[in-house]
């Protein structure tokens, strides 16, 4: 069981490259989820999709983009890099909505940006 | 604004002891509200989910309560042990996205 898999584990950005961040389940979850986790803080929303070919914004969507053209894959993409996306990323999953299962998470992508 | 708020930063207890972890939430009127473990350098891994109308769930040594008036959820872990050790997150759907508490530190001393 491969659950959410996240690509790469880590990457060293320079200012203003552009990377995409690869996340893809196998669980056949319509709901997916892209989180930033900054040292001592929770989790933000950054982007989710409730379905193929639909996205909607998060809390802190500034800076990233995000694509959902099949159920599994849900990649996020960086355009213009800053040191202010120094994070870590997490992509999740869950097969209904509000609440009702649990997400199952990657093991998350530690991005930095020099 | 809505706010997900969890009043520990870190708690520390010594082992067999009972730790109680907070998450209080406003503007919010959620359904469900779920708790998370989470290691250092891994993702969360999802431990109870707890319906509006529950007043409390307990798996194994693990007891969650709801209560939808005062807004607040209470997590306890009883006879609480090291490998209990993590940090302990709240979530919270608004609709269709999942967000979170910044989560509670839980250090258990032999």
């Known amino acids: 069981n491969a659950g959410v898999t996240q690509t790469p584990k880590f990457r060293i950005l320079k200012i203003g490259q552009s990377m995409t961040l690869q996340c893809t389940q196998d669980?056949?979850?319509?709901?997916m989820y892209w989180y930033r986790q900054d040292p001592g803080m929770g989790l933000k929303l950054i982007y989710y999709?409730?379905?193929?070919?639909?996205?909607d914004k998060g809390e802190v969507p500034n800076g990233y983009n995000v694509s959902r053209s099949t159920t599994e894959d849900f990649p996020l993409r960086l355009e213009l890099a800053a040191p202010s996306q120094t994070s870590v990323y997490f992509c999740?999953?869950?097969?209904?909505?509000?609440?009702?299962?649990?997400?199952?998470f990657g093991q998350g992508t530690r991005l930095t940006v020099v | 604004s809505q706010k997900i708020e969890q009043n520990s930063e870190a708690l520390n207890i010594q082992e067999g002891k009972t730790a109680t972890l907070t998450c209080n939430y406003t503007?919010?009127?959620?359904?469900?509200l779920q708790w998370y473990r989470q290691d250092p350098g891994r993702g969360p891994v999802f431990l109870l989910l707890?319906?509006?109308?529950?007043k409390e769930k307990r798996k194994e040594r693990l007891k969650v309560t709801f209560d939808t008036t005062l807004k607040q959820s209470l997590f306890h872990i009883t006879a609480s042990q090291p490998a209990d050790s993590a940090t302990y997150l709240c979530?919270?759907?608004?609709?269709?996205?999942?967000?979170f508490g910044a989560g509670t530190r839980l250090t258990v001393k032999p």
């Open positions: 669980m056949n979850h319509n709901y």
């Open positions: 503007n919010y009127s959620p359904a469900y």
């Open positions: 707890i319906r509006e109308n529950e």
């Open positions: 979530a919270l759907y608004n609709n269709n996205d999942m967000r």
């Open positions: 999740a999953s869950s097969y209904s909505a509000r609440g009702a299962t649990e997400a199952f």
């Open positions: 999709s409730v379905g193929a070919g639909i996205t």
